[in-house]
């Protein structure tokens, strides 16, 4: 699919240049010469762009000539749909194929949906632990096991620890903890799969495709999306491979980034969507897959603990999963909040790994692949207006992870299928025509299901960690709640403050010294990076913004803090470079970028931005 998509882009996009009266003819032609070369087994609802043409006012330099203005300037192409979906993962494909199947039963096959995906293929950028709970999946699919599902392997032993730095002690765990029922699953096939169920039932799936900005109608509500331009050189000048993006006008637009899309950031920002609501929290989540010993092997094992190498003022916990057949998970989550800037949340994994628990699992075993993300952690305090005029966010984009559980597949699905109905009810009214279409019942819905019970009854559970007892008191509070209380409070906890505000100024903290990495099993930092298949065109503008130039990382950030993008990047992007004694340049590798979002939130000058780069860019996981 992913290999069609990049081969179909350029001519069909030169088919509709070439000869814009006939784009529709020139499209089929450019696709089917694709389609006949591409390597790929099925390919499903491939549409021809439609040929309005759409002006916009695309980022220039100061010294450019005229006619290279009008070039980045030239008017795009735009195409028109019922519903289009931005992010191929578990929300926004459940919500293609809940919209396809409601139109599909009432032969309405025309009915357009269109997802764009700014990896290279359905599942490149989705990472995750991961247990999967198949409530939503049962719900969505319910012969998914006769589809083929990649859910191989059953939760078969939960086990729970508390780690001090030579020992771990068994302790009991939290009852939303408790696995029977689920499977250990890559959560990057198990998309992958979902995509072809999509591409099934019709809908229109174009990996490769960076969704950069949200368009409006003139009365301020959504009207769509528009992909990248292409071809664009670090100096910001076109190259001979140029190509304008192009626009996607939908009915709906549905916003499916995951956790901290830069578009959902836009449109918190434009629509007030936090008025009501908190600010959001988060962690990251760094993972390797392993290959395991078969003799250290135990099919099913769901291992996770609490306490070294985190502190008692650090919230976080690791995961071991054993499934498919000699393959182990492993992994380490570390909440953005921490207060030391010296802290390296890789680093802290890497040495995770060396706790006699868990190294007697890796010891003969092969590392096959690495990746990290951030996550959400606020919880239902941070959920932000889910719906806005012409849209609505849904999955991780808008924030339904349960924490206690360490899942929110199960419902970012639930939410992507709760919107598709709604979505699909609204559209279907006669009066649909008339005015921007806004999703109320969307809103309602998630409040009436499943989804929101369970964010209610652990709303307490992560900001219970703020107080005088850290981690301990924590784990306490945890407990009661989750066993006896189960929710039933008349109060609910607030977050401190954001996650960019928790640092402490370098002078006021110990520093964290790190043992090297011995090759077996810890690696250097760019080492693993190699096993992510990130790849970057060098030569377009770096994606990594600064809003204010370097001054604010330059004179507050290294000072202060140290220079805190140096630890928190699981990536090796961020570099502080002395040029001459006390001169210092902050350098950008965006090319290592795995699309993590870490450093968007935990920045503490708040000046880094980051922004969709080239689709098809980015890390390409394999067992993630």
């Known amino acids: 699919m992913s290999t069609l998509m990049r081969s179909l882009r350029h001519p069909v996009a030169r088919a509709l240049r070439g000869r814009p009266h006939n784009a529709a003819t020139a499209a089929a032609t450019a696709a089917s010469t694709s389609l006949r070369s591409a390597p790929v087994l099925r390919v499903i609802a491939v549409r021809a762009f439609a040929t309005s043409r759409c002006p916009r006012q695309a980022t220039t330099v100061e010294d450019l000539d005229e006619d290279t203005k009008a070039l980045l300037n030239a008017e795009r192409y735009a195409d028109e749909v019922d519903v289009c979906i931005v992010g191929g993962g578990p929300a926004g494909l459940a919500a293609a194929i809940r919209l396809k199947q409601m139109a599909n039963e009432q032969g309405k096959e025309d009915f357009r949906v269109f997802v764009v995906e ?43 620890l508390f780690l001090t730095e030579k020992y771990s002690v068994p302790i009991p765990h939290p009852p939303q903890m408790n696995n029977k029922g689920n499977y250990i699953v890559s959560l990057s096939n198990f998309v992958k799969w979902l995509g072809e169920q999509a591409e099934e039932l019709g809908v229109e799936i174009y990996p490769s495709f960076a969704a950069s900005e949200v368009l409006y109608n003139d009365d301020g509500s959504v009207k769509g999306i528009a992909t990248n331009d292409v071809g664009i050189g670090r100096n910001g000048r076109p190259k001979d491979s140029f190509e304008r993006g192009m626009e996607i006008h939908a009915k709906v637009t549905l916003f499916a980034e995951g956790c901290h899309g830069h578009l959902t950031k836009r449109l918190v920002k434009k629509f007030d969507l936090r008025k009501d609501a908190q600010h959001q929290t988060y962690a990251i989540g760094l993972k390797e897959v392993w290959e395991l010993d078969p003799s250290k092997y135990e099919d099913g094992l769901v291992l996770h603990s609490l306490g070294w190498p985190m502190d008692r003022n650090t919230y976080g916990g690791s995961f071991m999963y054993h499934f498919d057949g000699n393959k182990c998970a492993v992994g380490l989550v570390v909440a953005l909040d921490y207060e030391n800037p010296t802290l390296s949340p890789y680093k802290e994994f890497q040495r995770y790994k060396h706790h006699p628990a868990i190294k007697k699992y890796l010891e003969g075993g092969k590392i096959i692949s690495y990746g990290a993300r951030a996550l959400n952690e606020g919880g239902l305090q941070s959920i932000p207006k889910l719906v806005f005029p012409g849209g609505a966010l849904i999955g991780c984009t808008a924030g339904f992870l349960n924490v206690p559980k360490i899942k929110g597949t199960h419902t970012a699905m639930k939410s992507g299928m709760i919107a598709a109905e709604a979505a699909y009810e609204a559209l279907s009214k006669e009066d649909a025509a008339e005015g921007p279409v806004t999703l109320d019942s969307y809103e309602s819905g998630i409040k009436n299901s499943w989804v929101w019970k369970e964010l209610y009854e652990v709303r307490n559970v992560r900001p219970s960690f703020h107080n005088p007892l850290g981690m301990l008191g924590g784990i306490m509070y945890s407990g009661l709640d989750t066993l006896i209380f189960k929710g039933r409070v008349p109060w609910t906890f607030k977050h401190p403050k954001p996650d960019y505000a928790t640092l402490k100024p370098l002078k006021d903290v110990k520093p964290i010294e790190y043992p090297k990495p011995d090759g077996v099993i810890s690696f250097d930092l760019l080492e693993n990076v190699s096993r992510t298949g990130t790849n970057h065109a060098e030569d377009q503008p770096v994606h990594l913004t600064l809003k204010r130039g370097q001054k604010d990382q330059l004179e507050r950030n290294l000072p202060e803090f140290g220079g805190p993008e140096q630890k928190f990047c699981p990536a090796g992007v961020y570099e502080y470079i002395e040029e001459e004694a006390g001169k210092f340049r902050f350098q950008i590798n965006a090319q290592n970028c795995i699309h993590c979002k870490t450093c968007d939130i935990k920045d503490p000058s708040q000046n880094i931005d980051w922004v969709v780069p080239e689709g098809g860019g980015g890390p390409k996981y394999y067992y993630t």
């Open 118 to 160: 700014k990896g290279s293929e359905i599942g490149a950028h989705t990472l995750s632990g991961a247990v999967l709970e198949p409530r939503a999946l049962n719900e969505l699919i319910p012969d998914w096991k006769e589809k083929g599902a990649p859910l191989n392997t059953p939760a078969k032993h939960d086990k729970m």
